[in-house]
């Protein structure tokens, strides 16, 4: 296979394609063909910062080191949050340039510090990058604006979707081996204006404009891939695990100071305290997410933000006592908690496996498996999502199951497979199973282009079942180590 594309929508539910392709929003990425060529994609934890590298690695979170937003150091007992310096295992966009093959990457996560190589374009100016960056340097003043798009400002958005189409056109008269864009859509537009999720048709023009560059892809590659790193549903019963942990004395809570534990700079937050009584009633009665949190979100805390320049939190006046507890879950999107106490630890698994809602509450090493285990929450928890249950913050509320509606994340995110060659992959075997996990993703794409895997890949029998080729291996994390720790000093 000359080239491929893949193009990556953050949060494209598996469960919508359908509906989308009905609604007509983006006629070619949901052509019928392209529905036919989709695949579940399961991600654990479903985050944005976890699922990535691992579709993109081919790795499990245990070995390329990121787990959520943020980890737990439970020396210092103290939150860290990731960022690129955290990868401890090369992508598939270094993997092909290391092996001479030409890359063009737009986004790659995580995207702070960049690690440029003479084989790969960067562009990193979407997600959670504190300022803009590109290698060859000149490509973000060429093509793009300083402004971190967010998808509620339309006009905004398009422009850097033009910027981006820009950048391609020159691309694409000599076209790179793999190109791999990633965009923060539809994910940052779902949790800014949730009823886009059944109303794709609201931001239709955005749709169209990414359609767009996929038939440009298509049209000049011939090959190519949709895929997203999670799903996105609509839930309506939100458990607190802090709550669970307090009720079974595993815990301890304490009266919030103006700082929480989960945020790092409380200069840039003003955080209003609820009693946890009046919490637990909002909760109880479904008041807070059904009635208040809408106005808050839409009117209150623009705003607020806009009047003050700081971001308004609203949570309970009582968290978690990190220095007092033998078990926490210490952030939101913490997907596990973390166990102080070892002798706490069987205690632990068992209080949690009694709870109803939680569809996974296991040990790490059972789920995970990799030099940095260490970085992940003792034991990993999932909710049962399909059922409509949801993680709540880690804020002490005085109850364990509390009435929502609230959009979030989910494990089901999607791939389509739009090729034009597909002598080298299993497309009856990939047919047959129920969903693919997300690290098959990456090596997949590797496979499709006859390069070396890593010889740490995960699913491995799964992906040697999925191609029509023999494939190799090759370490590639000692060079990525070494180039990733040369680049940070130079950032």
Known sequence: MDAIAVLGLDALPYRYLKIYAEKGIAPNIFKLQNIHASYRIRAIPPITPASWP???????????????????????????????????????????????????????????????????????????TPKPLSYPKNLIDKYFSTEVPLPKNKTQYIKYLDGLEALLEDYLQNPPKLIWINLNFPDALYHAIPET???????????????????MLKEIIGNVIIVSDHGFSRHEIRISINDILI????????????????????????????????????????????????????????????????????????????????????????????????????????????????????????????????????????????????????????????KTITYDHDLWGSMILDLSDTDSINLEYLNSLDYLENMMVGPIVQCMLGYPLSIDVDSKSLIEKSCNRDLSYKNYRGKFLVSKKLAVRKT
């Open 54 to 128: 691992s579709i993109m690695s081919g790795v499990n979170p245990g070995k390329h080191g990121i787990f959520s937003f943020s980890g737990f150091d439970k020396k210092t007992k103290k939150v860290f949050y990731y960022n690129a310096s955290h990868l401890m295992h090369p992508r598939i966009t270094e993997m092909i340039a290391y092996e001479g093959g030409t890359v063009l990457s737009v986004n790659p996560i995580m995207d702070y510090p960049i690690f440029p190589h003479k084989n790969l374009t960067i562009v990193s100016n979407m997600f959670f």
């Open 247 to 402: 009720k079974h004395n595993l815990a301890a809570s304490k009266s919030a100071r103006e700082e929480y534990l989960t945020h790092k700079d409380p200069n840039e937050f003003r955080i209003v305290k609820i009693n946890p009584r009046v919490m637990r009633f909002l909760m109880k009665t479904g008041l807070k997410d059904r009635f208040i949190s809408p106005v808050v979100r839409r009117v209150v805390k623009p705003l607020y933000e806009k009047l003050t320049k700081k971001k308004l939190m609203f949570g309970s006046s009582y968290y978690i006592d990190v220095h007092n507890s033998d078990v926490i879950y210490p952030t939101l999107n913490s997907f596990g908690v973390y166990v102080l106490n070892s002798d706490k630890l069987e205690q632990a698994l068992s209080v949690l496996k009694q709870y109803e809602g939680l569809s996974i509450v296991e040990y790490k090493g059972k789920i995970f498996n990799g030099r940095y285990l260490d970085r992940i929450p003792d034991i990993v928890i999932i909710p049962d999502y399909d059922k409509g249950y949801v993680l709540g913050p880690p804020d002490i509320v005085g109850s364990v199951y509390n």
């Open 197 to 215: 999720l059944n109303n794709p048709e609201k931001v239709s023009q955005i749709w169209r404009r990414i359609d767009k560059i996929y038939l």
